[in-house]
């Protein structure tokens, strides 16, 4: 799994909940995908959080599309939305 710097020394360490696994399944099957302005790409995707809910993660990718830049739970994500 390619990462920056950022994801690695800021991301993680602001969300210690966020696991490795689940970026990778957003990435290898996001639900939602949209390009960004600056060319980073959004995906988002749905997963079992560690409490049982089922939540949306979104996963920011560079421009490679491989390269994860940050994550988080999107609690704004509409998956009925366009």
């Known amino acids: 799994m390619k990462t920056t710097?950022?994801?690695?020394?800021?991301v993680l360490r602001k969300r210690p909940y966020l696991?490795?696994?689940?970026?990778?399944e957003v990435l290898a099957?996001?639900?939602r995908?949209?390009?960004?302005?600056?060319?980073r790409?959004?995906?988002w995707g749905r997963i079992v959080a560690d409490d049982g809910r089922t939540r949306f993660l979104r996963v920011v990718i560079l421009?490679?599309?491989?390269?994860?830049h940050n994550a988080?739970?999107?609690?704004?994500f509409r998956e009925d939305d366009q």
């Open 19 to 24: 696991r490795r696994e689940w970026c990778l």
């Open 63 to 68: 421009e490679d599309s491989e390269t994860i």
């Open 29 to 31: 099957s996001p639900i």
């Open 33 to 39: 995908r949209k390009v960004q302005e600056d060319g």
């Open 72 to 76: 988080f739970f999107d609690r704004a």
């Open 41 to 43: 790409i959004r995906l």
């Open 5 to 10: 710097r950022y994801f690695e020394e800021q």
